[in-house]
């Protein structure tokens, strides 16, 4: 089992990167988050904490093998504490993974229902039950912070989070908020807070 893997980031998209580790180049999936705090690193070298899995149905004798990354052994062990509520799964638990860890945790151990079901894909039933199993798992997690060796951002992790869920909420889909966020966030310049980047990203859209 492949549990953690160092190489050159040699591609980013919407869902998963291409890691090259010696000659062989790997897909691996990845969240939301992770993808944006990735976004400076390409062509740099990078460790990502491994998950494998086999996607497809067996019944159908079809199975892909995947791998999911995380910048952390602690989101890597969150997701599969996530993973584990009935309902959720593990590409679910990909497409919510759009905010920190650590604010996941807070949400549920402070049974912040309405928040977990404004991720991507949750919900408020799946929110309860996400509540219910994981409230009395969560507390450690829920004092993680913030990685000291991420790169500067152009904005910080949460101003970023929060832009793309309030995007997800006017009705953009999650491409299209992704695209908008990115050509917002590419000149570097910097965003103290969501109000700011929000303007940033509906001046760009305007005809000139």
Same mark, same amino acid.
């Given at each position: 089992?492949? /549990?953690?893997? /160092?190489?050159?980031?040699?591609?980013? #998209?919407?869902? $998963?990167?291409?890691?090259?580790?010696?000659?062989?180049?790997?897909? *691996?999936? =990845?969240?939301?988050? /992770?993808?944006?705090?990735?976004?400076? &690193? =390409?062509? &740099?070298? %990078? $460790? @990502?904490?491994?998950?494998?899995? @086999?996607?497809?149905?067996?019944?159908?004798?079809?199975?892909?093998?995947?791998? %999911?990354?995380?910048?952390?052994?602690?989101?890597?062990?969150?997701?599969?504490?996530?993973? $584990?509520?009935?309902?959720?799964?593990?590409?679910?638990?990909?497409?919510?993974?759009?905010?920190?860890?650590?604010?996941?945790?807070?949400?549920?151990?402070?049974?912040?229902?309405?928040?977990?079901?404004?991720?991507?894909?949750?919900?408020?039933?799946?929110?309860?039950?996400?509540?219910?199993?994981?409230?009395?798992?969560?507390?450690?997690?829920?004092?993680?912070?913030?990685?000291?060796?991420?790169?500067?951002?152009?904005?910080?992790?949460? *101003?970023?989070?929060? /832009?793309?869920? =309030?995007?997800?909420? @006017?009705?953009?889909?999650? $491409?299209?908020?992704?695209?908008?966020?990115?050509?917002? @966030?590419?000149? #570097?310049?910097?965003?103290?807070?969501?109000?700011?980047?929000?303007?940033?990203?509906?001046?760009?859209?305007?005809?000139?």
């Amino acid at each position: 089992m492949i /549990t953690k893997m /160092t190489g050159q980031l040699v591609g980013l #998209g919407e869902e $998963s990167l291409r890691l090259q580790v010696g000659p062989i180049e790997y897909e *691996v999936l =990845i969240s939301e988050f /992770t993808r944006r705090q990735l976004q400076q &690193q =390409i062509g &740099q070298q %990078i $460790s @990502l904490h491994t998950i494998e899995y @086999l996607e497809g149905n067996p019944g159908h004798g079809r199975l892909i093998p995947r791998l %999911i990354g995380f910048l952390s052994e602690a989101e890597r062990e969150f997701f599969e504490l996530f993973c $584990s509520v009935d309902g959720v799964g593990v590409k679910k638990a990909l497409r919510a993974m759009v905010r920190p860890v650590q604010e996941v945790a807070v949400a549920i151990e402070e049974q912040q229902t309405k928040l977990l079901a404004g991720l991507p894909g949750i919900g408020m039933a799946t929110a309860e039950r996400i509540v219910a199993k994981l409230r009395r798992k969560v507390p450690k997690f829920a004092l993680m912070v913030t990685r000291a060796e991420a790169p500067e951002e152009a904005a910080p992790a949460d *101003v970023v989070s929060e /832009t793309y869920q =309030i995007l997800l909420g @006017l009705g953009h889909s999650e $491409s299209d908020a992704r695209r908008l966020l990115d050509r917002a @966030l590419q000149p #570097g310049r910097k965003y103290r807070d969501v109000q700011e980047l929000i303007q940033a990203i509906y001046q760009q859209t305007r005809p000139s």
